[in-house]
């Protein structure tokens, strides 16, 4: 059960930077995919790496922690509740996520206009928005 389990949490793990990947283009205001590839546009493939890689900082943080103590007791039961819960966490990160680059956005760097900055100036707020991303997963 310890390598069905492990693999299972991988899996989940992929399925959930996916679902926060797609949620991070559907709020961000412009058409990230055309803005990736069309454009070619560093700056917002900086500002969602940062937030892909502060969403992998809490998976791992995640994946780390010992919900079930002993595997080889464990019944199916307790793993798939685990991974539940781990499903439940991950969705609270990407939300708590959004939330904080949002009050970033409003309040910290409120003086930018970070849609501007992002798509037309293609501006170096690009690393701030990486940057704070990362941050504010820890």
């Known amino acids: 059960?310890?390598?069905?389990?492990?693999?299972?949490?991988?899996?989940?793990?992929?399925?959930?930077?996916?679902?926060?990947?797609?949620?991070?283009?559907?709020?961000?205001?412009?058409?990230?995919?055309?803005?990736?590839?069309?454009?070619?546009?560093?700056?917002?493939?900086?500002?969602?790496?940062?937030?892909?890689?502060?969403?992998?900082?809490?998976?791992g943080a995640l994946l780390s922690t010992d919900l079930v103590t002993d595997l080889e007791e464990a019944q199916a039961a307790h793993l798939t509740w685990d991974l539940i819960e781990f499903v439940v966490y991950s969705f609270i990160a990407i939300a708590l996520l959004k939330t904080a680059g949002w009050i970033n956005d409003r309040f910290i760097l409120k003086g930018f206009e970070n849609r501007k900055e992002l798509v037309q100036d293609r501006s170096k707020l690009r690393i701030t928005r990486g940057r704070d991303h990362l941050t504010d997963s820890r």
Do not use: H, M, W
């Open 1 to 59: 059960p310890e390598l069905l389990y492990d693999i299972c949490s991988v899996l989940v793990a992929a399925g959930v930077l996916l679902i926060g990947r797609v949620f991070y283009a559907k709020l961000a205001g412009y058409d990230v995919d055309d803005q990736l590839t069309e454009r070619d546009n560093p700056a917002v493939g900086i500002a969602l790496f940062g937030f892909l890689a502060g969403l992998l900082c809490v998976l």
